[in-house]
């Protein structure tokens, strides 16, 4: 069964400052991989996904991540953070395996931007 | 037009008491899932259904019980209710078959006193 591991549990930055949010996964096959934000109060929100092709994708706000197979790894950036990014980030793992989607989500990262 | 849509979205009751949470999803998904978030925001699957055949059930008292009549409805009913459950339920629906993207209800926020 698959996994996803998220390092960072909380996040504190100034705004302007530059992020990453680190995911790592374990799966070896080909999996489809996400970041999902929370707003406080709210549902989440796809905010970038990787089916194939270029591995550096781009999302809505501003945030990009990179997959790097080899380290299985899909971090989480954005150079310049707003005080409306503050929220909870989920990366989530979705290993194809023919056997119905299931995704599966890491434990999240809470980022505060503090003014 | 909401996508996912739950209802009710805040539901307070006293422990051992029955309650049910309803969700329709209008996106033409044929699949659809309950998950739980708990109070430190982890998500977990409980449920899943395809096509109104039950396809995933995770380790779940059977106190919880998932309905589906048709693939645009997902109802979750919960018998003798505990402490515990209280969390946040969601759910989200997809295509089978499809990249795995899921797309999310609004949460109902279950409190168990």
């Known amino acids: 069964a698959q996994s996803v591991s998220q390092h960072n549990h909380h996040v504190i930055l100034s705004e302007a400052a530059s992020l990453e949010l680190g995911c790592n996964y374990s799966?070896?096959?080909?999996?489809?991989l996400f970041w999902y934000v929370q707003y406080p109060g709210q549902h989440l929100q796809l905010l970038l996904k990787?089916?194939?092709?270029?591995?550096l994708v781009k999302g809505i706000k501003g945030f990009e991540a990179e997959f790097i197979k080899s380290k299985f790894s899909f971090n989480l950036r954005k150079p310049s953070v707003q005080w409306s990014d503050t929220a909870e980030y989920f990366c989530?793992?979705?290993?194809?395996?023919?056997?119905?989607?299931?995704?599966?989500f890491g434990t999240g990262t809470q980022l505060k931007v503090e003014l | 037009d909401t996508a996912v849509s739950q209802t009710p979205k805040y539901l307070v009751t006293q422990m051992g008491n029955d309650k049910s949470i309803k969700c329709e999803q209008n996106?033409?998904?044929?699949?659809m899932y309950w998950y739980k978030q708990d109070s430190k925001k982890f998500l977990k699957i409980m449920f899943s259904y395809n096509n109104k055949e039950l396809i995933i059930n995770e380790t779940v008292p059977n106190r919880f019980s998932p309905k589906s009549p048709d693939k645009a409805h997902l109802n979750l009913h919960i018998n003798s209710l505990e402490l515990g459950d209280s969390a946040v339920y969601f759910c989200?629906?997809?295509?089978?078959?499809?990249?795995?993207?899921?797309?999310f209800g609004e949460g109902s926020r279950l409190t168990v006193l």
């Open positions: 989530a793992v979705n290993a194809l395996t023919g056997g119905g989607n299931k995704l599966t």
């Open positions: 996106l033409g998904h044929d699949t």
């Open positions: 799966y070896g096959g080909t999996v489809n």
């Open positions: 989200a629906s997809n295509q089978r078959g499809g990249p795995g993207e899921l797309f």
């Open positions: 990787y089916f194939s092709g270029d591995p």
